[in-house]
């Protein structure tokens, strides 16, 4: 069974530049989640997914920060401008359900540099 | 405010040298504490969800236990492969779906 796909695994920008990461979920899980993991800490969600729904979104800076799932399967995450602070691993993640008991599995994340 | 505190921060062990890390945690209604291995340039992988205060789980030379209060997670005989930054995780209160990460502890198991 694939895994979680991530792409790009790298990415160097800029400031202000924009940036987008994608997120392929394993087939069949509905719940999908971005979390930002910075250096020496431990993953922070930032947007989970129920089918194409967000449901929760209140760790997402929303004045530059933005995801989509269209269809509910792959999803994207936007940051536009980017800033120095932004650079971190992001991390997607899924699993079969969003109730209390389920397993998440992580892809292998992002690691964006920003200059 | 709910807390997931990991300790130690980093341990170094020689190889057969057994040892537990500790995660301790402060949530309003737990529902569930999760133990993920992550290698360096992964992503966090399973290992153990516990659910209820004297339940423990097993795999190879892990053992995850959970109090009302904290979780071990107990390393018998290690080998070099065993180390990777262990993090604990929970979901608590009600209607919460979502997982509150610990800063993990950075295992180095030495041959």
């Known amino acids: 069974e694939a895994g979680v796909v991530q792409s790009p695994r790298y990415k160097i920008i800029e400031k202000k530049q924009p940036v987008a990461f994608w997120c392929n979920p394993i087939?069949?899980?509905?719940?999908l989640y971005w979390y930002r993991q910075n250096l020496g800490q431990g993953p922070e969600l930032l947007i989970r997914?129920?089918?194409?729904?967000?449901?929760?979104d209140s760790q997402l800076p929303k004045d530059r920060f933005s995801a989509e799932r269209l269809k509910g399967v792959d999803s994207t995450l936007k940051i536009q401008p980017a800033e120095l602070g932004d650079s971190a691993v992001y991390l997607c993640?899924?699993?079969?359900?969003?109730?209390?008991?389920?397993?998440?599995?992580f892809g292998p994340g992002t690691r964006l540099t920003v200059l | 405010e709910d807390q997931v505190t990991q300790s130690p921060e980093a341990l170094r062990l020689q190889e057969g040298e057994s040892s537990s890390l500790n995660c301790s945690y402060t949530?309003?209604?737990?529902?569930?504490l999760f133990w993920y291995r992550q290698d360096p340039g992964k992503g966090p992988e399973f290992l153990f969800t516990l659910y209820s205060a004297g339940e423990e789980k097993e795999k190879e030379r892990l053992k995850a236990t959970l109090t009302k209060k904290e979780s071990f997670l107990h390393i018998t005989a290690p080998k070099p492969e065993d180390s990777a930054t262990y993090l604990c995780?929970?979901?608590?209160?009600?209607?919460?779906?979502?997982?509150?990460f610990g800063t993990g502890t950075r295992l180095t198991v030495i041959p």
């Open positions: 995780a929970v979901q608590a209160g009600a209607g919460a779906n979502n997982l509150f």
């Open positions: 993640a899924s699993s079969t359900r969003g109730g209390s008991y389920n397993e998440q599995f």
């Open positions: 087939s069949g899980h509905n719940t």
């Open positions: 949530v309003s209604g737990l529902r569930g």
């Open positions: 997914y129920e089918n194409e729904e967000a449901v929760d």
